[in-house]
């Protein structure tokens, strides 16, 4: 596994953070970092969009559940902004339900996954979703 693990290099990959809760924003952030990442985090849908355009970063972790806008709401938001319409969207949820998922591919979302996710996960979904754009 670890062969693996070395092979999915995600050193520099620039990526954001939007969850209101605190824990998960300090415990992924640290996890990326510890990857090699670039962290920005937003607590909301609004604070997001302002940082997506200042960070623009490789790839976007998205909370479903927050207040005011939601997940789902930041996600449409984020593929109808020019700057950020390619930038792909890994939705945050509580639960693995099908109707989480279909709605948020439906909002344009790029993937799913739910939170936590272990390391393994995180750094796949990572090189999977930013090594495409990178070969491009």
Do not use: W
């Not at 939007?18 to 962290?39: F, N, P």
């Not at 559940?65 to 939705?91: F, H, W």
């Not at 799913?112 to 390391?119: F, G």
Request: charged fraction near 25%; glycine fraction near 6%.
């Amino acid at each position: 596994m670890s062969n693996a693990t070395e092979e999915m290099d995600i050193t520099g990959v620039k990526i954001a953070v939007v969850d209101d809760a605190k824990t998960i924003r300090m415990m992924m952030s640290h996890t990326l970092r510890g990857m090699g990442c670039e962290v920005e985090v937003a607590e909301d849908g609004y604070k997001a969009l302002g940082m997506l355009r200042r960070f623009k970063p490789d790839l976007i972790f998205l909370d479903i559940t927050m207040p005011e806008l939601d997940g789902y709401q930041t996600c449409s938001l984020i593929r109808n902004a020019e700057d950020t319409k390619n930038t792909p969207v890994v939705m945050l949820s509580s639960s693995d339900g099908i109707f989480d998922i279909a709605k948020g591919q439906a909002r344009g979302a790029t993937a799913h996954v739910t939170k936590i996710p272990p390391d393994t996960v995180l750094r796949e979904l990572i090189f999977n979703h930013t090594q495409k754009k990178a070969a491009a």
